[in-house]
C-alpha cells in the first residue's frame, strides 16, 4: 500500500474534533459515542446517575465537561488509528 492510499484510509477513518465537540454540545452525554462506544455508554451512565440523586442538576453540570471531553479523547483515538495503520501497513508516516 503506497502512501497516498495510506493517507486516505487514515482520513476515513479518523475521528472530527469539531464533530465531536458539536455533538457534545447539542446531545451531552450521548455525543461521547462519536468517540468510541465505550466513553458514550460510560458518560451515559455516569449522567444517568448523578441525574437521578440530584435531579436533573448534576446532568446539567456534566453537560459542559462533555462539551470539552469529546475533542480531547477525539485526538487520542485519532493516534490510537494512525498507530495501528502504521503497525497494520508498516509505514513510517501517515
Do not use: C, H
Not at 479523547?73 to 495503520?85: D, F, G, Q, Y
Amino acid at each position: 500500500m503506497n502512501q497516498a492510499q495510506l493517507d486516505q484510509l487514515y482520513e476515513t477513518k479518523r475521528k472530527s474534533a469539531i464533530g465531536a465537540f458539536l455533538l457534545a454540545f447539542l446531545f451531552g452525554p450521548l455525543g461521547m459515542f462519536i468517540v468510541s462506544t465505550t466513553a458514550g455508554v460510560i458518560s451515559l451512565l455516569i449522567t444517568v446517575a448523578i441525574g437521578a440523586v440530584t435531579v436533573g442538576v448534576g446532568a446539567l453540570l456534566l453537560w459542559p465537561i462533555f462539551m470539552i471531553l469529546a475533542p480531547m479523547m477525539t485526538s487520542s483515538v485519532n493516534a490510537k488509528i494512525k498507530t495501528e495503520l502504521q503497525l497494520t501497513f508498516g509505514q513510517s508516516t501517515v
